[in-house]
């Protein structure tokens, strides 16, 4: 590499937020990043807990001077800290509040100078343009106040909810080179939620078309601004690249999703943190159906966000329902981990959530369960728990971080169909957890373009617009094929997972990121 940045500012949502992948991408990724930066490596979050602090963020006094006078301005307060991830990366908070009496002004702004149309937003669309062009006003406060004007400083921005952050820049620091990253398409996304074959007719799609009909053209619009307008535009996977270049017209440099094993406990603390969540998942289960379960029971998950399709559970359900009409010698004890609409003022609920759900009767997972006719009846082979709560250390339910308790799985499932990366498989390779995934996912392709089993420790399924029942025939096979191993074999395909992902590690993948950076910076020397 011959061009390296001095200063990367990198802006995501998620930062010290835990609300979705792009949170581990980044804390992972840290470790590296910090080797190579040290502590001129800042992470620009939301301050979203206003006069709280988030879980993994530790304040502390470093750029004092400059906190106070931002904070003193009384435009942008910002909290300076540590995130609590294994490299205590450097972390700025954003408290971007102030600027809604600005919002119609800011959307004018951007539309006169870049064409970007805030005109049919909705959601959360307005609260991701506030942070975004906040982190860029925190970006030009600090790059003014410590003179970086002879420094190669990189802004890189992930996904269009920081992509105003992009649009500061481009607009009023243009010496700062812009590196947007996205990880998954509005568009991509929206045509494959709404029950549209995306892969088949993915060259015949028109983004901007598709945006009018399905409803997200603000989202859209400031994506594909911020794709074009940044000096360099990333995404994680072949299968992203297609779609951007389809629907955004534009084609992406691709940054692969790494992982670092320092999230891995090793040797006896692995086994302390395995026995524990096990004995864990067995107490969350006995209180949930009434009865013990078979410590020999082999246990098997699944987490995400609850995109019902995209993520594949409703794949992963029907497969259970195939297995469980099969001759299933083992019992097998079932986790759907993932986040659903609870009802705290109710102690009433079915047979097979964790925490009482409001308006269960018109939840997808627990409707799937009742047509299928599971009953979570002791004599049945298979029992199911839904868990509809973001797993934390203060849950309520489990009381431990997702990865203290991904160690106690026996095997996860994610059969997803629209899936960029796949950092779920992946962080369950990692923690020794066979897992099985598919040719759909930015990380199934990775590990094999063609059917794997699971004996590899990875098993990965071959899915596309049309084949919904050979999958999950084929992933209840792989199921009970694993279910019926002896412990041994168990623990020999839980050694190749391990194995076959410690390829995909961030020493390797930084590789990609840092080719990013000099193509951003290379962009500098023709403006001026």
């Given amino acids: 590499m011959t061009i390296k940045p001095d200063y990367i500012f990198e802006t995501s949502w998620e930062v010290c937020n835990k609300v979705g992948g792009i949170y581990t991408v980044l804390s992972s990724k840290a470790q590296t990043m910090k080797n190579a930066l040290g502590d001129n490596l800042f992470f620009i979050g939301p301050d979203v807990w206003q006069s709280a602090e988030p879980l993994d963020f530790t304040p502390t006094d470093e750029f004092a001077e400059w906190r106070d006078f931002l904070n003193a301005e009384g435009k942008i307060p910002v909290k300076i800290g540590r995130w609590n991830v294994p490299s205590k990366p450097l972390a700025i908070l954003v408290d971007f509040r102030g600027l809604f009496e600005q919002k119609n002004d800011i959307f004018y702004d951007f539309w006169l100078k870049f064409g970007v149309n805030s005109l049919n937003a909705y959601g959360d669309y307005d609260e991701a343009a506030m942070?975004?062009?906040?982190?860029?006003?925190?970006?030009?406060?600090?790059?003014?106040?410590?003179?970086?004007?002879?420094?190669?400083?990189?802004?890189?921005?992930?996904?269009?909810?920081?992509?105003?952050?992009?649009?500061?820049?481009?607009?009023?620091?243009?010496?700062?080179?812009?590196?947007?990253?996205?990880?998954?398409?509005?568009?991509?996304?929206?045509?494959?939620?709404?029950?549209?074959?995306?892969?088949?007719?993915?060259?015949?799609?028109?983004?901007?078309?598709?945006?009018?009909?399905?409803?997200?053209?603000?989202?859209?619009?400031?994506?594909?601004?911020?794709?074009?307008?940044?000096?360099?535009?990333?995404?994680?996977?072949?299968?992203?690249?297609?779609?951007?270049?389809?629907?955004?017209?534009?084609?992406?440099?691709?940054?692969?999703?790494?992982?670092?094993?320092?999230?891995?406990?090793?040797?006896?603390?692995?086994?302390?943190?395995?026995?524990?969540?096990?004995?864990?998942?067995?107490?969350?289960?006995?209180?949930?159906?009434?009865?013990?379960?078979?410590?020999?029971?082999?246990?098997?998950?699944?987490?995400?966000?609850?995109?019902f399709k995209n993520k594949g559970i409703d794949v992963f359900v029907d497969a259970i329902n195939i297995a469980a009409k099969q001759n299933v010698k083992n019992e097998i004890l079932v986790f759907i981990m993932v986040p659903a609409w609870t009802n705290p003022y109710s102690d009433k609920e079915t047979r097979f959530s964790t925490t009482p759900l409001m308006e269960s009767y018109n939840d997808m997972i627990i409707n799937t369960l009742y047509r299928h006719g599971f009953s979570n009846n002791q004599h049945e082979n298979i029992k199911i728990i839904f868990a509809p709560i973001y797993i934390n250390e203060i849950d309520g339910v489990f009381n431990l971080s997702y990865y203290n308790l991904l160690v106690g799985f026996d095997l996860t499932v994610f059969p997803s169909y629209y899936e960029p990366w796949g950092y779920t498989p992946m962080e369950s390779a990692a923690f020794a957890v066979p897992t099985i995934t598919t040719n759909l996912s930015g990380f199934g392709q990775w590990i094999s373009p063609d059917y794997q089993s699971i004996d590899s420790g990875i098993a990965v399924i071959n899915r596309n617009d049309h084949n919904y029942i050979g999958v999950i025939h084929k992933i209840a096979d792989e199921m009970i094929n694993f279910s019926q191993k002896s412990e041994e074999e168990r623990k020999k395909i839980a050694k190749s997972a391990q194995n076959l992902v410690k390829k995909a590690n961030w020493k390797e993948f930084f590789e990609y990121y840092l080719e990013a950076y000099e193509i951003a910076l290379a962009c500098l020397e023709p403006r001026f």
């Avoid at 494959?192 to 598709?210: A, C, E, I, R, V």
């Avoid at 307008?229 to 072949?238: A, H, K, M, N, R």
């Avoid at 086994?271 to 020999?296: C, H, M, P």
């Fill in 131 to 307: 942070f975004g062009y906040a982190s860029g006003m925190v970006i030009e406060s600090f790059y003014d106040f410590y003179q970086l004007e002879n420094q190669k400083v990189i802004a890189h921005f992930e996904e269009w909810t920081t992509s105003f952050g992009l649009f500061y820049v481009k607009a009023f620091l243009p010496k700062i080179a812009t590196v947007f990253t996205t990880h998954a398409t509005t568009i991509g996304r929206s045509i494959s939620g709404n029950h549209k074959p995306l892969y088949d007719y993915l060259p015949f799609y028109n983004g901007d078309q598709m945006a009018r009909e399905l409803n997200v053209e603000a989202k859209h619009s400031a994506e594909k601004t911020a794709a074009h307008l940044s000096d360099c535009f990333t995404t994680v996977s072949e299968i992203t690249a297609n779609e951007c270049e389809a629907l955004l017209e534009k084609k992406p440099v691709v940054t692969p999703n790494g992982f670092e094993d320092d999230f891995v406990p090793k040797g006896a603390k692995y086994t302390a943190a395995r026995k524990k969540a096990r004995q864990t998942l067995f107490n969350i289960a006995k209180e949930v159906l009434g009865y013990e379960i078979s410590k020999d029971a082999v246990i098997v998950g699944t987490s995400g966000r609850y995109e």
